[in-house]
Nanobody, 114 residues
Framework: QVRLVESGGGLVQPGGSLRLSCAVSGILIRNTAIAWYRQAPGKERELVADITSIGTTNYADSVKGRFTISRDNAKNTVYLQMNSLKPEDTAVYYC????????WGQGTQVTVSS
């Protein structure tokens, strides 16, 4: 059974940084693609970034140059480093994979506010 567990969210001031973690079990991240999505209140869930099995990365235009997705195969964990955070980055952030079946984590809240 595939399981994704996010952590690292919290309250941060504009311009600050956070690093989210997605601990994966049931599959090896080196063999699959993992994505980060986010959903702000009243808005649809949107793709933030993803990383493929060969390490290719992709970012939403709104986060390019500020966010970095990476992975640690030894820990089977995917990270999302978020810098220069803006109030519009406020959302619940979810980890996702479509390996075997579409699977979401429980989400972690990120709030950017002064």
């Amino acid at each position: 059974q595939v399981r994704l567990v996010e952590s690292g969210g919290g309250l941060v001031q504009p311009g600050g940084s956070l690093r989210l973690s997605c601990a994966v079990s049931g599959i090896l991240i080196r063999n699959t693609a993992i994505a980060w999505y986010r959903q702000a209140p009243g808005k649809e869930r949107e793709l933030v970034a993803d990383i493929t099995s060969i390490g290719t990365t992709n970012y939403a235009d709104s986060v390019k140059g500020r966010f970095t997705i990476s992975r640690d195969n030894a820990k089977n964990t995917v990270y999302l480093q978020m810098n220069s955070l803006k109030p519009e980055d406020t959302a619940v952030y979810y980890c996702y994979t479509a390996t075997y079946l579409p699977t979401w984590g429980q989400g972690t809240q990120v709030t950017v506010s002064s």
